[in-house]
């Protein structure tokens, strides 16, 4: 039984080992540039072995992405549950999963950079969906955060709603998103002081907070 017990952890501390390997190496290089062998090198392993966890290149990097989402959205709603996040109102809602990118732009710009790659990895490559299933089923609790929100909204009209849904979150998450991921990859310019970039995200996030929150409303550092 403790072999067997001892077996399996070496085998998730292997597949760990792998993946966050996998992911730093594909957020600096991109991911169509790196091949398998590579990364099976950097982490001191045989290309046989890598392949045995994960049988292609395209399964590998949707593992990659699933566990640093999954890693990033438990950290999100871990924060939004000790800041009492049930008892927010809509608008408070907003303030927070708006603000959530800027802490992803500071503290893991590196997400930011594998995501761009992995989308770029994607359009080039005939994933089908069920290959997607978990990658789709963890970013999916993103989306329903925003659902939740909006339904609150609509509850407590502390913001507008008279935006259908889809609109209302293509033009504040995902909005965010693509600006934030601009900036990790130092695809805009600045002058070099990463105190500058975030400010200008604490400005386009005031921005769409004028736009959609039923005003008098107050929000700490926004």
């Not at 001892?6 to 290089?29: D, S, V």
């Not at 934030?180 to 695809?187: F, K, P, S, V, W």
Request: with cysteine.
């Amino acid at each position: 039984m403790r072999n067997s017990e001892t077996e399996e952890k070496m085998i998730e501390q292997r597949r760990e080992r792998m993946l966050n390997e996998g992911f730093r190496i594909f957020a600096e290089r991109g991911i169509e540039a790196v091949s398998m062998q590579e990364v099976a090198a950097a982490c001191g392993l045989g290309i046989a072995t890598l392949y045995r966890y994960f049988n292609t290149k395209l399964a590998f990097v949707i593992a990659i992405g699933t566990k640093k989402w999954e890693e990033y959205f438990r950290e999100i709603n871990a924060d939004y549950a000790r800041r009492g996040g049930e008892l927010m109102t809509a608008a408070e809602d907003l303030d927070f999963y708006l603000g959530s990118y800027i802490l992803l732009y500071r503290e893991h710009p590196d997400i930011l950079r594998f995501n761009q790659n992995f989308n770029n990895y994607l359009a080039h490559t005939d994933a089908a969906p069920e290959q997607l299933q978990d990658y789709l089923r963890v970013i999916e609790t993103y989306r329903e955060a925003f659902e939740r929100l909006y339904k609150k909204g609509i509850q407590d009209g502390t913001i507008r709603t008279d935006e259908p849904i889809q609109v209302m979150f293509n033009a504040t998450m995902h909005i965010m998103l693509a600006v934030c991921a601009r900036y990790a990859q130092g695809l805009v310019y600045h002058t070099g002081d990463p105190e500058d970039l975030t400010r200008e995200l604490m400005i386009l996030k005031r921005m769409i907070l004028n736009h959609y929150v039923k005003q008098p409303f107050s929000f700490p550092g926004a």
